[in-house]
């Protein structure tokens, strides 16, 4: 059943094009949320707003590479002047890297963390003054697995990962007295394109699908009650629980 509160609420979401940010717009347009797809890949967004739009809510693209910061300062202005605010906020794009500690390159480095750290960042500030003004303020950052481990030949993704966790807690802890619910998810191996980067030993069989973190987001958007869950940790049904 479609929870009317989030009928015309807007969400943006970063990389929308695939993978979990492709499930997670088709998910909340099901709750009849309108959409603000963010990613690199026009053909791609447009894909995903023709379906979402088939599903009965309004889709605007907006392109870009968020590692320009012409376009990263202005995606949430854009969409607020087009949908007339923003309600929530899925900071989903990332990259991976597969190479040794003492192999990373300084500018591989500087790459994965503006991309998994510095665009979350400042997304989640320029859209404060928006989310401000919402009755249903949400920010869902997707960290990873690696933000709690550490795992050989990933330790420039993993270092991003924790920030964004870090970076969660300290931002939700400033916000929630403004009725800013802030929230991380973790997965483990999901079945993306970039999964194969950062873990090319796995094979797609008994890996957790887009979809599945789908459910999670839409999950904590909806519930607005009196419990908050900060994190959700979630791992592939195969792996050993509470590892």
Known sequence: MTNTNLIGKTAVITGAGTGIGRAIALRLADDKINLVLCGRDTEKLNNVKFDAESRGVQALVLSGDLADDAYLFSCIDKAAAHFGGVDILINN????????????????????????????????QTALKWLRKSDYATVINISSVVGHKGYPNQSAYTASKHAVIGMTKSLANEVYQDNIRVHVISPGGVYTDMVAIARPDLSADGMIMPEDIAEIAAFMINQRGNAVIDEICVHRAGKEPFA
Do not use: H, S
């Not at 991976?96 to 750290?117: S, W």
């Open 93 to 124: 794009a990332g990259m991976a890297l597969n190479c040794a500690f003492d192999e990373t390159l300084p500018e591989q480095f500087d790459k994965i963390m503006r991309l998994n750290v510095r665009a979350p960042y400042f997304l989640c």
